[in-house]
């Protein structure tokens, strides 16, 4: 069972030991293992302090989860060294990880690996070295073999890793000394990064201000304002950058040789301090909150006030204000000493999104989005345990981040997918993260969206969160027209992907000086099929989710439930024959054709090609919203958070894709695509249209997003889903099988699942079934479902997943061991 002590193999006799310590490793088992603690050890360890130790004949770093004098009945073997002097975990996140480990049925160690950042986690580093004293052997290596033994046994402490790097050509050479007992491999913690140094001017006079009085008489205004900050900016970074922030123009380089001269200032290596981003800080621009903010804000207000845990969900159109909301949230933290954590989908962690942060907020803020650098990503962490900072912007992994004194989570946007991590382990939802991490600190959680999640909005329902409503935007714009275009009318008057109305509107709109965003989203995963004559997608006729293609073996299949059939020959729907297509294009593709169809107009493209480059997606926003570019073409990165005042025609070129999602989230998805989308028009002055292509105008989706319904389209898609059994009704469990041989996988898949079946739980099981892609990367994939109750507790996971685990291990077929099994559940 879980949380219970496992041996660690040993023969030794630990018997002096007193104190024992538990202590979770980086691998996927469901125990802690338990270690004696020297006396000098006891003295120091405490939980959240990493340790190194042995297991398995290697060492390994671990984490000290638990200190305890509860001898174990079993021997154990001592902690080599304690890694820390201070925990790393304090004792609330240590929780959190806690509950995870055991909500999301994983290693205790795969938690806390996913939440600390390197440098502060559990890499170890393997050193190489040559083993001396062994001339024969030497004698009996070929030239590149002396070769690299000589320069190894020159080395001191080359790292595994960069060996292998340096002789990449000669691997084999390099191999074969290994081979040969010539080289000895060791394992080291990779612990802090070495921090980064800069060179600083120090203060060390202690009387800074006769020093003051001195120099600042006769001299002017501003040279005292520079005066002071240079005072209050101690260590001071020496390069030139830092120096013009701190001083425009007044206090020379001169001024402080000067100093230095005097022995007032010296000049030092210091730990460098993050770089600053560049944005305005004016903490007195806030914006009077309008009557409909305040009021949400108010209500907020009165749980961080009285300190205490509160869920809600903001539920407000776009453009309403949420960000306004959430920035006068965070100030009254900030009053109250406490601190703030926001979290945005990576892709809206734009400097649009940050800027106005930034303007309220300066230097509080640290930023954490997946292209920091490991060094950089330190830092954030390091300022953010010093205190330095306080109020954290980051993506989904920064619901870990170490905020002293929590007061305020906001989860923006938080129907988005990218708050659920499915790979690697351990598969979470930073959503249901963040709740219990503001339960934990006693903090009041924002879940703030224009289109919340189905699961959200039942929740609230039943009274889990409560719910609060942004109706207007701010600006008194209005709610952009949505225009649907049938694309099965439209079929003989399309102008490339463009059908006549949508295109006239891009021709004026630019022609006016306006720009355009078109939305070519493609689903690069599955294939669907589609009816060019009236739109109908088959569907399974099991599991209402739409059926993938499969080329090789032309057939359309459900990856629930493993329903297959041929493609058929004409569409059921409306009998046309040969109307069912293989549908999606690249957006590269409609880039080319827009550039034919529209010569004179400058199209910009944005998708994962294009965006790939460290900036680029912020180079081509940036570029864009000043104007050089028309026509902004792209796939679902262009839905998300932009703000363009000048925007006003917005198209979404098909509006179907979405439902390719083999799913029974697609209509939800496909909603708040549209609706996300289609609020980037007319967000200023200027009234905004939006086109949406189609060959399915009657699909709730579109039906409801045309008149901005969100409310009707969820009551619509909840209905739909309560009979089936989907999530909001029930949380999904979800047993992945990968493995490379065929039969194998088959029969792992289908033991497991009969277990699943077995455990009589009541709950529905499907499948086994082949995966939505069967074979990726040279392995068979298969999934198998189970449909949990909504409500079900961490115990009852565990217990459930525990089970299934214990009885696949006792009767484990033929090949398991080359099948890989994961369990993750989701109620997204
Ligand atoms: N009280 C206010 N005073 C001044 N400007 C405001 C106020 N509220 C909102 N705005 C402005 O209105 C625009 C939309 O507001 P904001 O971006 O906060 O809305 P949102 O609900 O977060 O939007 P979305 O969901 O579309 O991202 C912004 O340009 C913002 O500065
Ligand atoms: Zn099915």
Aim: aromatic fraction near 8%; proline fraction near 6%; include cysteine.
């Amino acid at each position: 069972m879980s949380g219970k002590p496992h041996s660690t193999p040993t023969n030794e006799a630990a018997d002096g030991f007193r104190h024992f310590a538990d202590i979770a490793l980086p691998i996927a088992v469901r125990e802690v293992f338990t270690y004696a603690l020297s006396g000098t050890h006891a003295a120091v360890v405490q939980p959240g302090m990493r340790v190194w130790v042995p297991l398995k004949g290697r060492m390994n770093i671990g984490m000290v989860v638990k200190v305890h004098q509860n001898k174990p009945a079993f021997k154990t073997r001592p902690v080599a060294r304690v890694l820390d002097r201070e925990p790393v975990l304090d004792p609330e996140l240590l929780r959190l990880t806690e509950w995870m480990y055991r909500f999301y049925v994983c290693g205790w160690g795969e938690v806390i690996q996913a939440a600390l950042p390197a440098g502060l986690n559990f890499s170890a580093k393997t050193f190489v070295r040559a083993v001396p004293q062994k001339e024969d052997a030497v004698v009996a290596l070929n030239r590149q073999e002396k070769l690299i033994y000589a320069e190894i046994s020159g080395e001191k402490r080359l790292s595994w890793r960069e060996a292998r790097q340096r002789w990449a050509n000669e691997e084999r050479a390099l191999s074969s000394v290994k081979q040969k007992g010539l080289l000895q491999l060791w394992d080291e913690p990779a612990l802090d990064l070495q921090p980064r140094t800069e060179l600083c001017w120090v203060w060390q006079n202690p009387q800074r201000e006769t020093l003051t009085e001195r120099l600042v008489s006769g001299k002017t205004k501003k040279w005292e304002q520079a005066w002071q900050l240079l005072l209050e900016t101690d260590p001071l970074p020496a390069t030139t950058a830092a120096l013009t922030v701190a001083m425009p123009e007044t206090i020379t380089p001169y001024t402080l040789k000067r100093l230095e001269q005097e022995g007032v200032l010296t000049r030092e290596e210091r730990e460098a301090r993050l770089p600053e981003p560049a944005f305005a800080y004016r903490p007195e621009h806030i914006s009077a909150l309008n009557p409909e903010q305040h009021e949400v804000t108010a209500t907020l207000l009165k749980p961080l006030h009285a300190r205490t845990y509160a869920k809600f969900l903001l539920f407000g159109v776009t453009g309403s204000g949420k960000t306004e909301v959430y920035i006068h949230l965070i100030k009254e933290a900030l009053e109250q000493g406490r601190g703030a954590l926001v979290l945005v989908p990576e892709i809206a962690l734009t400097p649009q999104t940050v800027r106005r942060f930034y303007l309220i907020f300066g230097r509080k803020i640290a930023i954490l989005h997946s292209r920091l650098s490991d060094r950089e990503r330190y830092e954030a962490w390091q300022a953010l345990r010093r205190g330095e900072k306080n109020i954290v912007i980051g993506a989904r992994s920064a619901v870990f981040a170490p905020i002293e004194k929590l007061g305020v989570i906001i989860i923006d946007e938080e129907h988005d997918t990218s708050y659920y991590q499915t790979d690697p382990a351990p598969r979470y939802h930073a959503r249901e993260v963040a709740a219990m991490r503001a339960h934990k600190a006693g903090a009041v959680l924002v879940m703030g969206s224009a289109t919340p999640s189905l699961v959200s909005l039942v929740e609230s329902g039943r009274g889990k969160s409560q719910l609060l409503k942004l109706s207007a935007r701010h600006t008194g714009a209005q709610m952009p027209e949505v225009k649907v275009l049938n694309l099965t009318e439209y079929r003989y008057a399309m102008n490339g992907p463009l059908a006549v109305p949508l295109f006239r509107a891009v021709e004026e709109a630019v022609g006016r000086g306006e720009q355009v965003i078109l939305l070519y989203n493609r689903r690069g995963f599955a294939s669907f099929m589609q009816c060019e004559a009236c739109g109908d997608v088959p569907e399974c006729p099991h599991c209402s989710v739409s059926l993938t293609y499969h080329k090789a073996q032309q057939h359309l299949r459900c990856h629930y439930c493993g329903f297959a059939r041929s493609v058929p020959g004409s569409c059921h729907a409306c009998g046309e024959t040969g109307g069912l297509k293989m549908q999606g294009s690249g957006t590269q593709q409609v880039e080319e054709e827009l550039e034919k169809l529209f010569p004179k107009f400058r199209v910009m493209r944005m998708d994962q090609d294009t965006t790939s480059r460290k900036n680029a997606h912020d180079q081509l926003l940036t570029a864009f919203g000043r104007g050089e570019a028309d026509i902004l073409i792209g796939t679902q990165l262009v839905a998300k958070g932009l703000d363009f005042p000048n925007v006003t025609v917005v198209g979404v070129v098909n509006a179907d894709t979405e439902l390719a999602f083999p799913s029974y989230r697609s209509n939800e998805r496909m909603y708040q695509l549209l609706s996300q989308v289609a609020g980037r028009s007319g967000r200023a002055a200027k009234k905004g249209v939006v086109y949406l292509q189609t060959r399915q105008p009657d699909h709730v989706s579109v039906r409801f997003a045309k008149n901005h319904d969100y409310e009707g389209f969820a009551r619509a898609e909840l209905a739909g889903r309560k009979p089936l059994l989907y999530p909001p009704y029930a949380r999904l469990l979800q047993a992945a099988f990968r493995g490379q041989d065929a039969t194998y996988t088959r029969r792992a898949a289908e033991q497991f699942t009969a277990i699943m079946k077995q455990a009589q739980t009541g709950w529905p099981v499907l499948g086994p079934a082949p995966d939505a892609i069967e074979r990726m990367k040279d392995e068979f994939r298969w999934i198998t479902l189970m449909k949990l109750p909504a409500g079900i507790t961490t115990a009852q996971l565990e217990k459930i997943c525990d089970y299934f685990w214990k009885w696949y291990e006792k009767t484990k077929p033929e090949g398991a061991s080359t099948v890989r099994i994961t369990l993750n559940h989701e109620m997204l």
